[in-house]
């Protein structure tokens, strides 16, 4: 066992998953990953991959002992517990989750005739096979294509119709990845927005930095890493950060210079932002100055359950994870409904995902996620099925008016297919929609129609789509048809969807959600109180929160959470939209509204820089993740 040392990862029961069973094949082979249509986004590349072009695959073996994982997990983060702080070593970790031998055996005898042109990474649940398309091809006896995603550029190798494995292999594994996935980049959402003048900050609103945290946290101002072995990190997806932009906050802010290590897939060549993780990365050093910090990226078209894997291979591993990003949680493997003909679904991809987190939290570290920042939400969720409230338009500003009798109606077309505008626009319905050329013409048959209400599409400072109209939606015409199109009114209905979804991997039992808060001030420069982010009280963000659809509520959550909801203050929404015996979010809250931060201009990552304010629940989280950094730095 190591020594003790704080660690932030949530006391929880277990998690009951619904698990896809692999589809028979031929004689002696079974299904475990079946593609037959593209995700959104994306279309078949005109190249035709080479044979001979690198591929790489993932083949997660059964893992055993999980419930003896989850009992030490418990332990060790409970500090009721004789065990809490007694974290497993690696090894320690590896040995009591180790596959089957004769899980390795099958696999092993399976790629034995391509021994030659296979190169394995081989690790106590999981194969990594690094080969060919041409013996990728013959291993899982499909075919493989360039795909290209239209937004990014980006190309991916990607199998295309059933994907298979022999049958005395598939008894042992979860499922293979990488083959398959598609993840869809506008469903990933970072969890920052910018400021502007129409937006959030006002000439009283406080502009938050490193100093401002610390004196209202009661965080001393001298208060730094000293010891050599603490080592935090940030987690992204395709996302990169500016090191000129870092030297201009540091200067700025009078601070030390942070202790940077870069691993991971560098995406500037495709053109990824920055902004996100410049914030993260400034929060988190400054909230820890001196203590070393890693800054962890995995390639776009991947998700969690990648740098969680990639993340436990780091030694000596940081002690803190912060991650800003996450999307709707019914939606992981693939975005789209298609993800369970893969041999997985949502469900058993956010298992393994969270065994990932228990791992990580057996052996010390404290796994911090931003919780979102839509609210519970509702606002661009996974199918926009949430009624807007009446009383509020365009509540960050920037619109041509303050109020709309009308704030969404129903686009559809003759395939039973439905865009709620404008709450679904994040949706996988819209999306494809919105990608007809005939949209805008659709959409403009449909404002003429309702000329006299003045019926239009406006936009606020955030660049989100409102609906103004000055006749109720009862009053308005929906007999509006133009080639396959027409509309309907919005009403809410069950069948249309979830109302609120919330984020994964917030929504893991196993990490520490953080929400946002804002510092209300009345001369700009003394807090007054703190209270929740909200676009209705200045920021330009809505802190999410809310109940997961299916992860049951950890132990710990249950005196909190009946209390809230039985408090007079709560006000919480109708019983049957949310599953109140679930796991809810955040765990914890901390400012996130109006960071002064640097970021350079043009996506380059040197200076001139230019200093601008961004809310966020990524801010929360990284800056608080610095502060536990500290805690750890005091106790190892």
Not at 447 to 454: F, I, K, M
Request: aromatic share 10%; proline share 5%.
């Amino acid at each position: 066992m190591a020594s003790c040392r704080i660690v932030l990862c949530l006391i929880s029961v277990s998690v009951a998953c619904a698990i896809a069973q692999p589809q028979a094949s031929a004689p002696g082979r079974v299904v475990v990953s079946s593609r037959n249509s593209l995700s959104r986004g994306y279309s078949f590349h005109s190249e035709v991959p080479d044979p001979q072009d690198k591929l790489s695959f993932t083949i997660l073996l059964k893992q055993r002992n999980l419930d003896r994982l989850e009992e030490v997990f418990l332990q060790v983060s409970d500090p009721k517990s004789d065990q809490w702080g007694l974290f497993l070593t690696r090894a320690e970790l590896e040995n009591l989750i180790r596959a089957d031998p004769a899980a390795f055996a099958a696999v092993g005898e399976w790629l034995a005739p391509y021994e030659r042109v296979v190169e394995l990474s081989v690790l106590a649940d999981e194969i990594k096979v690094h080969t060919t398309v041409a013996v990728a091809s013959k291993l899982l006896q499909t075919e493989f294509r360039a795909v290209k995603h239209a937004d990014t550029g980006r190309v991916l190798l990607r199998h295309f119709g059933t994907a298979s494995v022999p049958q005395h292999v598939a008894q042992h594994i979860d499922f293979v990845a990488g083959i398959s996935e598609l993840l869809v980049d506008r469903q990933l959402r970072s969890h920052m927005m910018p400021q502007s003048a129409d937006a959030g900050a006002t000439t009283k609103d406080i502009r938050v930095t490193p100093s401002v945290l610390r004196k209202y946290y009661g965080v001393p101002a001298n208060l730094t890493g000293t010891n050599a072995g603490n080592l935090q990190a940030v987690g992204e997806i395709a996302d990169y950060y500016s090191a000129g932009a870092l030297a201009a906050f540091e200067a700025d802010q009078n601070l030390p210079a942070a202790h940077m290590t870069t691993v991971g897939y560098d995406c500037r060549r495709i053109g990824c932002t920055e902004v996100g993780s410049d914030l993260n990365v400034q929060y988190i050093t400054a909230m820890a100055p001196n203590v070393p910090t890693l800054y962890f990226a995995v390639n776009n078209g991947y998700w969690v359950l990648e740098l969680v894997g990639s993340f436990a291979l780091f030694d000596p591993l940081p002690y803190v994870l912060s991650i800003g990003s996450g999307y709707a949680e019914d939606v992981q493997c693939d975005n789209t409904p298609e993800c369970r003909d893969f041999g997985y679904d949502n469900r058993q991809y956010v298992r393994r995902t969270d065994t990932g987190f228990q791992k990580l939290g057996a052996m010390g570290v404290s796994v911090l996620v931003s919780s979102g920042d839509d609210g519970a939400p509702g606002f661009n969720g996974a199918s926009g099925n949430c009624p807007m409230d009446p009383s509020v338009y365009c509540a960050i500003g920037g619109c041509s008016h303050t109020t709309s009798a009308c704030q969404q109606f129903i686009l559809t077309d003759v395939y039973n297919n439905q865009c709620i505008i404008p709450t679904g626009l994040d949706s996988d319905a819209c999306y494809n929609l919105m990608r007809d050329p005939q949209h805008n013409a659709v959409i403009g048959r449909f404002v003429s129609a309702n000329a006299a209400c003045n019926v239009s599409l406006e936009t606020d400072a955030a660049q989100n789509s409102h609906v103004y109209s000055e006749c109720t939606c009862d009053r308005l015409n929906y007999d509006v048809h133009f080639g396959n199109y027409g509309f309907r009114q919005y009403n809410y209905n069950a069948s249309n969807g979830p109302w609120f979804s919330a984020m994964y991997p917030a929504t893991s039992p196993w990490v520490t959600a953080v929400g946002a808060t804002m510092f209300m001030t009345d001369d700009g420069v003394n807090v007054t109180s703190e209270v929740a982010a909200s676009i209705t009280t200045g920021a330009v963000i809505t802190t999410a929160g809310g109940f997961s659809t299916f992860q049951p509520m950890p132990a710990y959550q249950a005196a909190a959470v009946k209390s809230y909801l039985n408090s007079a203050t709560a006000s919480p929404p109708p019983a049957f939209l949310f599953n109140a015996s679930n796991r809810a979010v955040p765990d914890i809250s901390f400012n996130g509204h109006n960071y002064k931060v640097f970021t350079s201009n043009g996506k380059a990552v040197t200076c001139p820089c230019t200093a601008s304010g961004f809310d966020g629940t990524s801010a929360s989280a990284h800056a608080f993740g610095g502060l536990v950094s500290l805690i750890n730095d005091q106790l190892l």
